[in-house]
């Protein structure tokens, strides 16, 4: 499977941004989505995971409450809801692919998208 991000920009804190991903290839369904971030000198973290059936969610501490993602399977897409977002949520935005459960950790996924930039202004 093949991956895309696209949806970052430039918003003020406060501020809302959905974060899409687009994935090539029909079995996109059976693979478990992850998203992560890197800022700037920081190491990429975990934001959130769904399951192929999303019918399970895990989100790191940092996006709960905040953030969503859901999935739709007849589009090979999933998405990224940010609201409430703050000047710390500033990064590329990674999603990544898994045969299996979902997993938080980085080394836990196969295939990865090219990044898109979220920047939040203060």
């Known amino acids: 499977v093949q991956l895309q991000a696209y949806g970052g920009g430039l918003v003020q804190a406060g501020g809302s941004l959905r974060l899409s991903c687009a994935a090539s290839?029909?079995?996109?369904?059976?693979?478990?989505m992850g998203w992560f971030r890197q800022a700037p000198g920081k190491e990429r973290d975990f934001v959130a995971a769904?399951?192929?059936?999303?019918?399970?969610?895990s989100y790191a501490d940092s996006a709960k409450g905040r953030f969503t993602t859901s999935r739709d399977n007849a589009k090979n897409t999933v998405y990224l809801q940010m609201n409430s977002l703050k000047p710390e949520d500033t990064a590329v935005y990674y999603c990544?692919?898994?045969?299996?459960?979902?997993?938080?950790?980085?080394?836990?996924?196969?295939?990865w998208g090219q990044g898109t930039q979220v920047t939040v202004s203060s």
């Open positions: 990544a692919a898994r045969r299996g459960v979902i997993a938080t950790t980085l080394y836990s996924y196969d295939e």
């Open positions: 769904i399951r192929w059936t999303g019918a399970s969610t």
């Open positions: 290839g029909r079995t996109f369904s059976t693979y478990a």
